[in-house]
């Protein structure tokens, strides 16, 4: 994130620029600039944030608003029940603004914090509590509670956001000394820092609503906006017009977080609400339509689903939508939808302050009020003349507003025209969510590498940003599929000089739905710092015990070699646990494997954080029948300890060293010693890395007997390495 009111770094380049061909590629790369404006992913994430508090409320919203006459009887009969209901959704959603402008500001002030450095965080959202109840006339005279539901959401969000950014800059700009150097905690000095910031926006917000009072004939803030929106709706007779006007206005506060129902209730009341009943009193009497567009006809017809015809979007992602979350959140949305209570879809994608769901959020419920208001016109649709609760579920409201079936059939076809609006502007939203998250995951990447090379330890999981968000939510992922066994092996065949398959090397593969083949290390170590990596080394150990069942079974039909083995990788921890190590044992003898069949693999990195009891351990593992492989040797004094001990019957040599034997005399001096050592000490030395026949040729002359890979095979799933091995000669070993 960049901050407030600067726009991101990363910007399209001159000819990218010029490369773009059509409008929607400037409006993408416009928007990619706008979502990385600190403040609008504060709004963004403000309003994710609030996404519990919004489900218990709108669940308790169709608890008491379920359109079935028996239950509405049961729940007036259960007072205590009702009771229950109104009184957590109106802890929930009858103060719903409220909770968006803490959450709107702690976002903003914590994005901050990671840009600037640290400070004192917390004391943003009480500015902006402070803020946004001056801004409504809390406490005032006639003071409406109604006003901290939805009514207020913008004003909320403006709290939060300037109240936040104000209070951050001061805080930056003012950082008090410690009044208790002793103290034993630091709470009351980060306190006492934001003391005057919070006075300052305190101040600020006080005096611009005592302005608005003194100056207008409003009371607050929040009045004198919802006074101004109101009275920019003039006209006073029902017709398509001043309907798509209506609409139009409605939606696009609805948007940017406007409770446009509220706002302009008191036009949908006198000029929309009174043409239902006089369609029914004229049909009644034998006469025609009086008037087509009425607040039922907007509600049953235009607007399916809520505001933007959210009903739409929800039918879109659910038949073509890819990413798991959106789909995820939609079918979670599903049911509240269905009685047209949006919110969970409202703010929890989000649609609200969406630059990319703009255009199908203003045009589907004025594209579907033109087709119902045109079947109407023509006679397909009778006019709406029962006025039905804003809850009624689709079919079900269209129906019992006309009296006709032909209701209920214009609702599913607008539903179906919405989903088609909607779904290019899903496809723009998907491919740019699928473009960030590759992104984050490329930085998420590059991070696991630079510990690599430094050989360090990183704390993933507790990485600042938008890094540690991604590694936490990967590694749930890695977790989730260790649990289910859905991790994937691949395998690197291994051939001899004469281009005989002698094994297989075991690869783990995550492949993950939106960042595709995830880097191994990358998922070992996610699985280390989430508590899983012993889960996960079984479950790897579990699935290449079977294969390498399979391939035995192979190797005695003459398919395989006999001697061809299965090499699996094992971490320093499991090789220095007596349990992991029985049950790899124990596993092997399950399986009734052969002696050497399957063949355990530590790198020389891990042997570095071996203590004195692991030789016992891998002592343990070979006379069991499982030879062991010390993987990327060099020189490292750690390897040739334990090399002597005569434990690894296998050495893989450095991947460096194979690669640049060719161009490196000292590499191919280092290699030819380690193959005499080889000799003197009883192991097989294999080359890893082995891309060209000229690279092979010259690590066969340095003494290396066995190959693997690109020259040969890349991994491959099983399936592909039994049919590569059985192409290959089958030599006697």
């Known amino acids: 994130p960049v901050p407030f009111g600067v726009q991101c770094s990363k910007r399209l380049s001159a000819d990218e620029r ?42 308790c919203l169709i608890f008491l608003n379920l359109p079935l006459e028996p239950y509405q009887d049961a729940l007036a009969g259960a007072p205590h029940i009702e009771g229950l209901l109104n009184f957590v959704y109106n802890a929930t959603m009858g103060i719903f603004s409220l909770y968006v402008a803490v959450a709107v500001a702690l976002r903003y002030a914590n994005a901050c914090a990671e840009w600037h450095g640290a400070f004192f965080i917390q004391g943003a959202p009480f500015a902006a509590l402070a803020a946004y109840l001056m801004s409504v006339g809390f406490g005032a005279e006639g003071f409406d509670l109604v006003v901290l539901s939805t009514r207020s959401l913008f004003i909320a969000i403006v709290c939060g956001l300037a109240s936040s950014v104000l209070y951050c800059r001061l805080v930056r700009l003012r950082r008090a000394p410690a009044l208790y150097g002793d103290t034993l905690d630091n709470v009351f000095n980060q306190a006492v820092s934001g003391l005057l910031p919070i006075a300052a926006v305190i101040a600020l917000f006080a005096a611009l609503n005592a302005a608005v009072a003194a100056l207008t004939a409003s009371s607050c803030i929040e009045q004198l906006f919802f006074d101004g929106v109101s009275a920019l709706f003039p006209l006073a007779t029902a017709t398509l017009g001043s309907g798509l006007l209506y609409l139009l206005l409605n939606n696009v506060m609805w948007f940017f977080g406007i409770h446009g129902g509220n706002m302009l209730d008191g036009v949908a009341q006198s000029v929309f609400v009174p043409g239902t009943a006089a369609n029914a009193a004229s049909l ?27 009903l739409s979007l929800l039918v879109a992602i659910l038949l073509f939508g890819h990413r798991r979350n959106v789909r995820r959140l939609s079918a979670f949305a599903a049911v509240p ?177 939106e960042y595709g083949m995830v880097y191994p290390p990358l998922v070992v170590e996610l699985a280390a710092q989430a508590g899983v990596l012993e889960d996960l080394e079984r479950a790897v150990f579990d699935r290449a015990l079977d294969d390498a069942a399979r391939i035995q079974e192979l190797a005695h039909e003459g398919v395989v070699r006999e001697d061809f083995t299965v090499s699996v990788n094992a971490t320093a921890r499991m090789l220095q646990d007596a349990d992991d190590v029985d049950f790899v044992i124990a596993a092997v003898r399950a399986r009734g494997l052969d002696a050497g069949r399957v063949v355990v693999e530590a790198t020389e990195r891990e042997a570095l954080r071996w203590d004195a009891g692991a030789s016992q351990l891998l002592r343990r593992l070979a006379d069991a029948g499982v030879p062991l492989a010390i993987d990327d040797f060099s020189m490292g004094r750690t390897s040739f300890q334990y090399l002597e001990t005569s434990v690894f019957s296998v050495v893989k040599l450095d991947g460096a060293m194979a690669q640049g034997v060719l161009e490196n005399e000292r590499y191919a001096e280092i290699v030819s010693s380690i193959t005499k050592l080889s000799e003197q000490l009883g192991f097989t030395v294999l080359a890893e890395y082995v891309e060209t026949a000229e690279q092979r040729d010259l690590l066969h002359r340095l003494g290396c007997s066995y190959f693997q890979g690109y020259l040969y095979a890349p991994a491959l799933p099983y399936d592909q390495m039994v049919e590569k091995v059985r192409s290959a000669p089958r030599l006697s070993s």
């Open 337 to 513: 939808m269905a009685f047209n209570v949006s919110e969970i879809m409202m703010f929890g994608l989000p649609v609200v302050w969406n630059p990319t769901l703009f255009v199908p959020f203003i045009l589907v419920p004025l594209v579907n009020l033109v087709v119902a208001y045109a079947a109407t016109a023509v006679g397909l649709v009778p006019p709406t003349v029962v006025d039905v609760t804003w809850t009624a579920p689709p079919l079900v409201g269209g129906y019992v507003a006309t009296g006709s079936v032909a209701g209920a059939v214009l609702q599913l076809v607008n539903i179906a025209v919405g989903a088609v609006l909607y779904l290019p502007f899903l496809r723009r939203y998907e491919r740019a969510a699928d473009e960030r998250a590759q992104d984050e995951y490329r930085g998420l990447l590059a991070l696991q590498r630079e510990a690599e090379l430094a050989q360090r330890e990183v704390a993933l999981l507790d990485a600042p940003g938008v890094l540690g968000s991604v590694a936490r939510s990967l590694a749930e992922d890695v977790c989730q599929a260790v649990e289910r066994r859905e991790l994937e092996l691949h395998y690197q065949p291994q051939f001899d000089a004469d281009g005989a398959a002698v094994g297989a090397e075991a690869l783990l593969r995550f492949r993950h739905p």
């Open 284 to 310: 009644a009497a034998g006469g025609g339509t009086v008037q087509i567009v009425t607040k039922t006809f907007f509600d049953v017809f235009a607007s399916i689903g809520g505001a933007g015809a959210l």
């Open 18 to 59: 010029d490369g773009r061909a059509g409008m929607l590629d400037k409006v993408d790369a416009l928007f990619a600039r706008l979502e990385e404006v600190m403040a609008f992913q504060a709004i963004r994430q403000g309003l994710i944030l609030t996404i519990p508090v919004l489900l218990v409320g709108s669940f």
